[in-house]
């Protein structure tokens, strides 16, 4: 099955410095690759998304790349502020119907953002 | 918005009790997914149906039922609590039109004594 490997565990930044989260994957069929912000307390939501037809995505400070051939994707998210500190999960799945959504998340990672 | 609606935010139940962890959704979704979070070991799958009175097992399905009786309703079952079952627990769903974009409930923490 798949398999999901997220580095680093935890990463400190100043405030207005970037943040870079990186994951690999070991099912070359993946080709959905979430990730979630999960903030203390919270369930986690979902911040950008990216699918296998394209390479990168972005929205307003954060960004996600695809590197289908190396099978791996990251996150970064520029100028952070305090309120980007949070657990970042990243996702990957088979995305058809047989495989009902099933998503394989990484370990995490602890973004802490310091003034 | 959509909404996952968890029953309880905090847990504490008895080794050996019957555990009943409920998740109601309101946006018609067909996919719902029971996940267990622990340090360090991200997110695992525990169960997950794709249609009433259907289940699938994820992969960590030891020591856990489900039931899906209405389409809104997933609940988490665990037989008899053990302490190693101490965790958070989050459902989600999502439609299966896309089938991959899942909403999160704000999850349960149980802990078992």
């Known amino acids: 099955g798949e398999n999901v490997e997220q580095h680093p565990s935890t990463l400190s930044v100043q405030e207005g410095d970037s943040a870079v989260i990186k994951c690999t994957y070991s099912d070359s069929a993946s080709n959905y690759f979430p990730w979630y912000k999960q903030e203390l307390g919270k369930g986690p939501q979902l911040i950008i998304d990216i699918r296998s037809n394209v390479g990168e995505k972005k929205d307003q400070r954060i960004a996600v790349t695809l590197n289908k051939t190396a099978k791996h994707f990251s996150l970064h998210i520029t100028e952070t502020q305090p309120e980007d500190s949070a657990v970042y999960f990243c996702a990957a799945s088979i995305g058809t119907t047989d495989s009902w959504g099933k998503l394989q998340f990484g370990a995490g990672t602890q973004v802490v953002v310091t003034p | 918005d959509v909404k996952v609606t968890q029953s309880s935010r905090y847990l504490v139940k008895r080794t050996g009790e019957k555990v009943f962890l409920e998740c109601v959704q309101d946006?018609?979704?067909?996919?719902m997914f029971w996940y267990r979070q622990d340090p360090g070991l991200g997110l695992r799958l525990i169960y997950f149906s794709y249609d009433v009175k259907m289940k699938e097992k994820g992969d960590i399905p030891e020591g856990y039922s489900v039931s899906r009786e209405k389409k809104e309703r997933f609940s988490l079952i665990l037989e008899s609590a053990s302490t190693n079952q101490t965790s958070m627990y989050l459902c989600a769903s999502s439609t299966r039109v896309t089938g991959v974009d899942a909403f999160f409930g704000q999850g349960t923490r149980l802990t078992v004594v």
């Open positions: 946006m018609d979704h067909e996919n």
